[in-house]
C-alpha cells in the first residue's frame, strides 16, 4: 500500500504571511513552514499519496515531476523527522524525538 | 556564632516603595541606597497596589563595621551579600526582577526585550544581552519615544498591548557615553557592578518621558549591534519575528499554544525588522524616519483603497 502521509492531529497552524507557523502541542515545539512548504503540507491530507502530490506541485509550480518528487520527499523526510506525521505519534517515544528548535523547518 | 550583619542605625533607615506591573515593592534601607534605588527605579508606587498580590519587601543592611560589605534580603530571606556599594543596584534589579517573573508571568507575557512608544505604536525589541537593546531604547527615547522598558518588555496578552516596566536605562560603557550628555545628572555618577563584573550605569529617562498608557504592538525591531557597523534596517518575515520573542520569552506562556496563537494574532498587526548598527543614535533617527515613511505608505494604500 502506497504512503499517504499527513500531519498528526495535535498541531496547530497559524498563517503568517506566506510561511505557516506549525505548532505541535505534544512537545511545545514551533516549526516555520515557506510557502512552498506549507502549500505541500496542506496537500498531505492523507487522500494523497506522495506522488500524488508531487505531481499537482509539478503543475502549479511549472517545474519537472521528478524535481517536485525530490522536494517533496525531501520536505515529508523532515517532517518525519520532527515526527510531526500521523504515523509518527503512535511509533515514536516522545522522549526519542529530535530535539528541534522553533524554525528547524524553514525552506528557503 | 558572629553576627556581623546588623542595621548600623535605624534612625537613618527609611522605605521606598515602588508598583512593578502590578507587583508592589518596597525597599527599605540606608537612605543613601535608597537615594540611589530612587534612579533605578525613579516612578514611586502608587498609594494603593494595582493588585491584590502579596508585596514583596527588599532590605537592605550595610556592615556595621563600615567595610562597605552590606546584604539584601528578600522578605526576610538573604538574597545575597556583596563586597561593596557598586554592587547593590545591579543586585536590587535583578531581586525585582526575578520577583517580577515569578509572580506577575500568568498575568503578562514577560519578554526578554526593549520597548518604546513612537505616536502610540508599540515598539518592541526582544534581543540577547550584547544586541543594545538597552541603548537603543535610550537614544529612541532621546529622539522622541516614550519609555517602556530597556530590559523586560511586559505584553498584555488579552489586549496585545505593552505596559511600564518601570526601571531606569541600564547601560554599558559604550552606551553611558552616548545617553549621558543628554540626560544630565540622571545618571549613576559611577559605575556599577554585577556579579559577573561587568561595569554598568543606569540612566534614568525623564519624567516626561515615562509611557503612560498601555500600546498596542506595531513594530517588532530585531537589534543587532555590530561594533562599527554601518546603520541599516531590512524588513523581516513575521516568522521571524516569532521566534525571536518565543526565544527571548522569560516565562513559559508564549510557548503554549494559545501563548502562540496570541503572539501570531499581534504580529499580524505588526511589521518585523532587523537594525544593525555601530552608531545607537543613528540607528535610531533611521528605525523612527522608516516607521514614519511606512505609516505614510499606510495611509497613502488605505487612502486609495476607499
Known amino acids: 500500500m502506497e504512503d499517504r502521509p499527513q500531519l498528526h492531529s495535535a498541531l ?24 512552498t512548504a506549507a502549500h505541500i503540507v496542506q496537500l498531505l491530507d492523507g487522500s494523497r499519496t506522495v506522488a500524488a502530490v508531487a505531481r499537482v506541485i509539478a503543475q502549479e509550480y511549472g517545474v519537472e515531476y521528478q524535481q517536485a518528487l525530490t522536494d517533496v520527499r525531501e520536505l515529508i523526510s523532515e517532517l518525519r523527522e520532527a515526527s510531526l506525521l500521523a504515523t509518527d505519534v503512535a511509533a515514536a517515544n516522545p522522549e526519542d524525538r529530535a530535539a528541534l528548535v522553533p524554525g528547524a523547518i524553514h525552506r528557503d | ?30 537612605r543613601r541606597y535608597l537615594a540611589a534605588t530612587k534612579l533605578l527605579f525613579p516612578r514611586a508606587g502608587r498609594a494603593r497596589p494595582l493588585s491584590s498580590g502579596e508585596p514583596i519587601t527588599l532590605q537592605i543592611e ?3 563595621t563600615g567595610s562597605g560589605h552590606c546584604r539584601v534580603t528578600m522578605d526576610g530571606s538573604l538574597v545575597t551579600a556583596t563586597s561593596g556599594d557598586a554592587e547593590v543596584l545591579p543586585l536590587l534589579e535583578s531581586a525585582v526582577a526575578q520577583a517580577v517573573i515569578d509572580r506577575v508571568q500568568g498575568r503578562y507575557f514577560l519578554f526578554h526585550a526593549a520597548a518604546v512608544a513612537y505616536q502610540g505604536h508599540g515598539l518592541l525589541m526582544p ?30 496578552p488579552e489586549s496585545l498591548r505593552l505596559t511600564l516596566y518601570p526601571k531606569s536605562v541600564c547601560a554599558k560603557e559604550g552606551g553611558y557615553q552616548a545617553l549621558a550628555s543628554g540626560w544630565p ?18 540612566l534614568a529617562p525623564p519624567a ?8 498596542p504592538v506595531r513594530h517588532v525591531v530585531l537589534p543587532r549591534f555590530v561594533l562599527g557597523a554601518d546603520v541599516s534596517i531590512a524588513r523581516i518575515p513575521r516568522a521571524t519575528g516569532l521566534s525571536q520573542l518565543i526565544e ?29 548598527f555601530g552608531d545607537t543614535p543613528q540607528a535610531a533617527a533611521l528605525l523612527l524616519a522608516t516607521i514614519a515613511d511606512h505609516s505614510d505608505t499606510d495611509r497613502r494604500r488605505s487612502s486609495d483603497g476607499r
Open chain 1, 12 to 35: 496547530a497552524s497559524y498563517e503568517l504571511d506566506d510561511d505557516l507557523i506549525v505548532y505541535d502541542e505534544q512537545s511545545s515545539e514551533g516549526f516555520v513552514l515557506n510557502a
Open chain 2, 127 to 156: 534581543g540577547a544581552s550584547g544586541s543594545g537593546k538597552s541603548t537603543l531604547a535610550g537614544a529612541l527615547v532621546a529622539a522622541g519615544c516614550q519609555y517602556l522598558s530597556d530590559e523586560i518588555a511586559a505584553l498584555d
Open chain 2, 62 to 64: 550595610e556592615s556595621p
Open chain 2, 185 to 202: 545628572g540622571r545618571a549613576t555618577p559611577t559605575p556599577q557592578l554585577r556579579a559577573n563584573g561587568e561595569r554598568i550605569w543606569y
Open chain 2, 248 to 276: 527571548q520569552t522569560f516565562a513559559p506562556g508564549p510557548r503554549e499554544a494559545w501563548g502562540v496563537a496570541r503572539l501570531v494574532e499581534m504580529l499580524r498587526q505588526a511589521n518585523c525588522w532587523e537594525l544593525r
Open chain 2, 208 to 215: 516626561t518621558s515615562w509611557a503612560r498608557t498601555p500600546v
Open chain 2, 1 to 30: 556564632m558572629r553576627h556581623w550583619f546588623r542595621v548600623r542605625s535605624t534612625a537613618t533607615n527609611s522605605t521606598y516603595t515602588i508598583d512593578a506591573l502590578g507587583l508592589r515593592v518596597a525597599f527599605s534601607g540606608p
